[in-house]
């Protein structure tokens, strides 16, 4: 079974290859790319395209590599002890599996998201090395190994602010998702907007690439802020000629908020159409 | 089997080991590539190279060990050019002519020629994988038939196809030390992290919740303890004026990236050399400043020092007392900068300059003697082997 992309996902060649790859030889796939290009939902999207279990593993600054195996509830034990509750002569009962125990248990073998790794600490991938290499880990408190009956393929993306640990790369598959062409991002709206008139989509993406274009911009708009906006400007139901207009009076695109996030670049784009109002004179 | 490939990108700096290599062969054998140079090109891609500044590395050597074989093994290549001898021939070749263009060795040299000006156009300018040739430089100019040069590149697709994925170095500016934003600084600086436990206590501190309530004889009793915090403490002093203006950019950035990431920030100005004056803000310099031995005094010694200035300057200005341009200094910068390091054993150096320039500059070299060596470029590469250098 091969990924080909989907009807609501456009996967350029290589990024298939990539996919394809890490399922065949059953090892963690790195997805790595500026925000906005669809990092995570490549996870769902693979999920859907095979019919397999999704199971998403969120990172944040504080979680810890043994949340995702499992946890030890403590406290509730010993609140239970105090209370003479029964459960407490199983340690078994206070085991909570995590992420990871959940997809090596899985009766068939599911994707397993690992969202923004590198928001946790610097030692966290480190401490998944075993784990990921083999697929199995061991519970202390119940002498049990918890081994993956089918190897989950394992989608980690990452939005690079930190390093990971050269031992850590060295057992992924890496794919960057670099920010698509014209063409690709042709398809992309299609897939999503299906009804969008044609001239409009086309109109729309050249103002999109001009305004990526604009010199000293703080963020590019990524490839969700232009679906975004696409889904305003069809709610909105312009007239065509509103985008295609030259007149540089109305240089600022419509509903721009959607496409620049940042007061600065909204200002500066403000100050362009200006000049070239000006200049026109 | 790729041996020769395999060293080459180590040879490249691209750090690739047997293990990936070995999952290159395995991935070859399970079929993923299934034949085709394009597939082998991305799943050598997927496998070898783990970082996206390696990226532009890895299609240069790519280019180079496998240029020549891709028309043998690859049907797809050879269509293409075939529909632009399509579109030429519209351009009416009278039949000497063709005759002629046979005799300077027929459509395949041609194409060769076509292939290699694509090529070298890629190297020479980044953004330029979209026209070819204009007049008089084109090799279709030099047969004679389109004085105006063929314009290829109305079709997208078919534009993509003829220039290799791989020679249009897309990820040229991914590559490593040219560009710096302050994102790439955070991720260099993140090395200087130190965590201690410092403030309000919030975590379950479970082992001494445990040893807590045994010793209770069995009662609860919870224990908490402060999160963890990054408590590298951080002095950064920065050149201003002069020569830094070329830098003011790079140090802007630095600046804000140090700001963010770290919560016991310092930082002072100066002027080319450090002497008995620090200031924080440069419109105020000559009425509100800091006494060097002040700031010596305030930060102690476990306060990482980082400077930051392109030591371009003439060598008096270390070497002598007197010897600043802008006022009488009693002591000469070199005592000022040995003192400094004197209290600060963690220091570096961080000049904006590129390296290659060093050489040219005597104050550059006097001020890399003075550091011991700790001078570091202000390229991502120079940064994070300061910051290497800082935490070790």
Not at chain 1, 88 to 95: A, E, G, T
Not at chain 2, 23 to 37: Q, W
Not at chain 2, 65 to 87: Q, R, T, Y
């Amino acid at each position: 079974m091969k990924f080909k992309g989907t009807d609501t996902y456009v996967a350029t060649e290589d990024l298939m290859i990539a996919v394809n790859a890490a399922m065949t030889l059953e090892r963690p796939l790195l997805i790595k790319g500026a925000p906005g290009t669809g990092k995570t939902v490549l996870a769902q999207e693979v999920a859907r395209a095979l019919g397999k279990q999704f199971i998403e593993w969120n990172i944040k600054s504080t979680t810890k590599a043994q949340q995702g195996l499992y946890e030890y509830d403590a406290v509730s034990r010993l609140r239970d002890s105090q209370l003479g509750d029964d459960k407490v002569h199983d340690i078994s009962n206070y085991i909570r599996p995590g992420k990871m125990w959940e997809a090596f248990t899985a009766d068939e073998s599911p994707i397993l998201l690992i969202d923004e790794i590198d928001k946790a600490d610097i030692e966290f991938p480190n401490d998944l090395l075993q784990e990921l290499d083999r697929m199995e880990f061991f519970v202390y408190e119940t002498q049990q190994t918890v081994k993956a009956a089918h190897r989950p393929l394992v989608i980690i993306t990452s939005n690079n602010e930190k390093e990971l640990p050269d031992a850590f790369l060295r057992r992924c598959f890496f794919h960057y998702i670099s920010f698509p062409d014209t063409e690709t991002m042709e398809k992309i709206v299609d897939v999503h907007h299906p009804d969008a008139k044609r001239e409009l989509v086309r109109d729309a993406l050249k103002i999109f690439f001009d305004v990526r274009e604009t010199p000293g911009l703080k963020k590019k708009p990524s490839t969700s802020e232009l679906l975004d906006w696409l889904k305003l400007l069809m709610s909105e139901e312009l007239p065509e000629e509103v985008l295609r207009s030259k007149d540089p009076s109305k240089l600022i695109p419509p509903l721009h908020g959607a496409l620049l996030k940042n007061e600065q670049d909204v200002h500066l784009f403000e100050r362009l159409a200006f000049l070239s109002r000006r200049e026109q004179r | 089997m790729f041996t020769k490939f395999f060293f080459t990108l180590k040879e490249a700096s691209v750090p690739v080991t047997l293990r990936e290599y070995l999952t290159l062969i395995e991935a070859l054998k399970a079929g993923c590539a299934e034949y085709s140079v394009n597939d082998f090109y991305y799943l050598a891609r997927t496998t070898l190279v783990k970082d996206e500044k390696n990226l532009d590395k890895f299609d240069q050597v790519f280019g180079h060990c496998f240029n020549g074989i891709e028309f043998i093994s690859d049907g797809a290549e050879v269509e293409i050019p075939e529909e632009w001898l399509k579109k030429l021939a519209e351009l009416s070749l009278t039949d000497e002519e063709k005759a002629e263009v046979e005799a300077m060795g027929g459509w395949e040299k041609l194409m060769e020629t076509l292939q290699e000006r694509l090529k070298e156009q890629e190297k020479r300018h980044q953004g330029g994988n979209k026209w070819i040739g204009t007049a008089g430089k084109s090799p279709f100019g030099a047969y004679g038939y389109n004085p105006e040069g063929v314009r290829i590149g109305q079709k997208e697709s078919r534009n993509r196809k003829a220039v290799k994925v791989w020679d249009k170095r897309e990820y040229k500016n991914l590559d490593d030390s040219v560009e710096l934003g302050t994102r790439n600084i955070k991720v260099a600086m993140k090395r200087l992290r130190q965590f201690a436990r410092e403030g309000a206590a919030e975590e379950l501190d479970l082992d001494d919740t445990i040893r807590s309530t045994a010793r209770n004889a069995g009662f609860l009793d919870l224990k908490m303890r402060p999160e963890r915090h990054n408590t590298v403490k951080v002095l950064i002093l920065f050149d201003i004026g002069g020569s830094m203006d070329d830098h003011i950019k790079a140090c802007e950035e630095l600046f804000s990236a140090a700001r963010t990431e770290f919560k016991h920030l310092e930082f002072y100005y100066f002027h080319n050399c450090v002497y008995e004056k620090l200031w924080k803000e440069n419109s105020r310099r000559h009425t509100s400043f800091m006494p060097t031995w002040d700031v010596l005094h305030t930060y102690p010694a476990d306060y990482k020092l980082i400077i930051v200035g392109d030591a371009t300057m003439s060598p008096y200005e270390i070497a002598y007392a007197g010897g600043s341009v802008e006022h009488w200094n009693e002591e000469a910068g070199q005592a000022w900068m040995e003192r400094m390091l004197n209290i600060y054993h963690k220091a570096v150096w961080l000049n904006p300059v590129p390296e290659k320039y060093w050489d040219y500059t005597p104050s550059v070299q006097m001020m890399k003697q003075l550091m011991t060596d700790r001078m570091y470029p202000l390229t991502i590469g120079g940064l994070e082997n300061a910051m290497k250098e800082l935490s070790r």
